[in-house]
C-alpha cells in the first residue's frame, strides 16, 4: 500500500533565506509520481510541482525544486529564497502507476516565514 | 479558464442530517474527484469518478455517503444522516486525461453539530 510520511509538523524559515521539507514514501509499484501542494489558509490546494519515477532529473519550477531520491525513497520539497506569501500547509502526495490515479496525501507540514 | 466550482463554501448543521455539495469540474476533465480533509491531517480520497462512471470508491462510507456525477460533468456528494466525525472540508478536484496535475476547488467546509 501506498504511504506517505512528513516528519516535520511544522517549521520557520526567515525571509529570503532557503528551507527544505521532508517526505517518504513508500510504494512497491515501480513506476509513479510525486506531487507536492501547497494549501494557504483559505484553503485551497496550490499543485507546485512534479516528479515522476523514471524522470532522470530533478523536477523544478521557479523557486521549488524537488530532491528526489529514489534510493531513500525520499522526495523533498526545497523553497529557495522565501517570501512572506510561502507560510502556508505543504503537502507532499503521491499517485501509484501511470496516469489517473488517486492521490496518497501526507499529514502535511507547516512552514512560517518569518520577517 | 475557470477553475473547479464548489459550493456552498460553508455549511453548519446538526447531526442525523442531510447535507449536499456540489462540484464543475474544470471544462474538458473527464476525471474527477472528491476529498475529505479532517482538521490536521491530509486530504483522503472518497470517490473517483472517469465521466460518469466509478473509477474508485473503496473508501467512500456507503452506508451514508452517496456521489453521483450525470452527465459526466458536474457532481454531488451527499451525505445522509451525517455524523460528528464528518466534520471537515470537502475538497473536489479534476484532472485532464493523461495529465498529472489535480486541480482542486476552493472546498466546502462543513461543521456537524
Known amino acids: 500500500a501506498q504511504k506517505i510520511t512528513q516528519t516535520q509538523p511544522g517549521m520557520f524559515v526567515q525571509e529570503k533565506e532557503a528551507v527544505t521539507l521532508d517526505c517518504t514514501y513508500d510504494?512497491?509499484?515501480?513506476?509513479?509520481?510525486l506531487f507536492w501542494y501547497k494549501q494557504p489558509s483559505s484553503g485551497e490546494m496550490i499543485f507546485l510541482i512534479y516528479?515522476?519515477?523514471?524522470?532522470?532529473q530533478n523536477a523544478t519550477e521557479g523557486r521549488y525544486s524537488l530532491n528526489f531520491q529514489k534510493a531513500r525513497k525520499s522526495a523533498n520539497l526545497v523553497i529557495s529564497a522565501s517570501q512572506l506569501g510561502d507560510s502556508a500547509m505543504y503537502f507532499c502526495a503521491m499517485r501509484d502507476g501511470e496516469y489517473g490515479n488517486k492521490l496518497v496525501f501526507g499529514a502535511g507540514t507547516i512552514l512560517r516565514v518569518k520577517s | 479558464e475557470a477553475g473547479v466550482a464548489q459550493s456552498p463554501r460553508y455549511k453548519i448543521i446538526e447531526k442525523r442530517q442531510s447535507v449536499a455539495f456540489w462540484c464543475n469540474p474544470i471544462s474538458g476533465h473527464a476525471t474527477l474527484y472528491w476529498y475529505q480533509q479532517i482538521l490536521g491531517q491530509g486530504p483522503k480520497l472518497l470517490i473517483q469518478?472517469?465521466?460518469?462512471?466509478?473509477?474508485?470508491d473503496s473508501q467512500l462510507p456507503k452506508d451514508r455517503f452517496s456521489a453521483e456525477r450525470l452527465k459526466g460533468v458536474d457532481s454531488t456528494l451527499k451525505i445522509q444522516p451525517a455524523k460528528l466525525e464528518d466534520s471537515a472540508v470537502y475538497l473536489c478536484?479534476?484532472?485532464?486525461?493523461?495529465?498529472?496535475?489535480?486541480?482542486f476547488g476552493p472546498g466546502t467546509r462543513l461543521t456537524v453539530l
Open positions: 516528479q515522476g519515477s523514471y524522470d532522470q
Open positions: 469518478f472517469q465521466n460518469n462512471g466509478v473509477v474508485d
Open positions: 510504494t512497491s509499484d515501480p513506476s509513479y509520481g
Open positions: 478536484a479534476s484532472r485532464l486525461p493523461r495529465a498529472n496535475e489535480q486541480f
